[in-house]
């Protein structure tokens, strides 16, 4: 058995896609997400097409929930290979209207978040011949800026250059660690923000050079490809996923 897979918010969306995409490979997913039905749902699935899944009901900004998440990938998998951090949530609000509280909130989750889910993780690896990956999924985001998304911007951007930190501190102990920075990708959330009115997906299609949103099995593949041993001297890098939008300085 190839080593575990530990996809935070891996119940639904991008991470279930990332999920699916490492256990039909052969690896066995650890699933941890604070949403106990879609995570039970999502290893179900992986189960009933002959992979090996299993969940913890937890929050990446419980330090506590975080090591328990860890800990039991361990011991019922021995050997931790990637960790998938994709947890996170968005902060859209004017900055004058943004409250204290749900800039603490995107804080924690999107940023100390992955520093808590990223030691813990090393904590538990072995230096040596085995190679461990650590994927952060940053955003666009965290490249280019956009209004109202201080929140989001900030820690996003925070989660670029902890990547690159990480990746210089942990190369001594076989661990690389890049970030994919996707753009606008096509998941139940957009579509129903899109219905909702609340997104306007074509100026999103216009500003974007190739005229279509990415799709959830994009972001797993190059997941994929990152934590394979094709990219072995690959560490430290942003790579971006976005359609062409923030190569674009062109309205």
Known sequence: MRG?????GGGKGIGATIARRFAEAGHPVLIFD???AAA??????????????????????????VAQAMQLAVERYAQLAVLVNNAGISCNRPTLELELDEWRRTLDVNLTGVFL?????ARRVSAGDTESVILN?????????????LGYCATKSGVAMMTKSLAVEWAELNIRVNAI????????????????G?????????????KRFGTVEEVADLAFFLASPETRFMTGQIVGLDGGWTANGYL
Do not use: K, W
């Open 4 to 8: 575990a897979v530990v996809v935070t």
């Open 34 to 36: 604070r949403d106990e």
């Open 40 to 65: 039970v749902s999502c290893a179900g699935d992986i189960r009933s097409h002959g992979g090996v899944a299993s969940t913890f009901v937890g929050s990446v900004t419980s330090e506590e929930d």
């Open 117 to 121: 889910c990223a030691r813990e993780f």
């Open 137 to 149: 999924l940053c955003s666009m985001y965290g490249v280019v800026a956009a209004p109202n998304r």
């Open 181 to 196: 920075a996707p753009g606008y990708i096509r998941t139940a959330l957009l579509e129903e923000l899109i219905a909702d």
């Open 198 to 210: 609340r997104v306007d997906a074509e100026a999103l299609l216009g500003r974007t050079p190739q």
